[in-house]
């Protein structure tokens, strides 16, 4: 499956913006799927995880009650809506696939199985 964000962009402190990530090639409702970030020279860092159905998600600390991640399977695509963005928030956004049915896995990065081109997120003080 090929993954490709999108929506990134620069934006004040306490903006929103909302990332797509679109699947093509198979069907993304087989898929557990999860965002993670990254800034140059840190480790990849997880952000958040939406089981294939929809029916289970999950946070990192640093991000829950500002960003909400969801899907819709009809159109082969996950998104993740972020409130309230702070500077820290600053990074480059990756969308990933796996096809592990282990729901706590879904922090760790060897887990997935695709990844996706990230996109550029800038939050301005």
């Known amino acids: 499956v090929q993954l490709q964000a999108s929506g990134g962009g620069l934006v004040q402190a306490g903006g929103s913006l909302r990332l797509s990530c679109a699947a093509s090639?198979?069907?993304?409702?087989?898929?557990?799927m999860g965002w993670f970030r990254q800034v140059p020279g840190e480790a990849r860092e997880f952000v958040a995880y939406i089981s294939y159905n929809g029916g289970s998600t999950y946070y990192a600390g640093s991000v829950k009650g500002r960003f909400t991640i969801s899907r819709d399977n009809a159109k082969n695509t996950v998104y993740l809506q972020m409130n309230s963005l702070k500077p820290e928030d600053t990074a480059v956004y990756s969308c990933a696939a796996s096809g592990d049915s282990n729901l706590a896995a879904g922090r760790i990065t060897s887990t997935y199985d695709y990844w996706g081109q990230g996109t550029q997120v800038t939050v301005s003080s």
């Open positions: 090639g198979r069907t993304l409702s087989r898929y557990n």
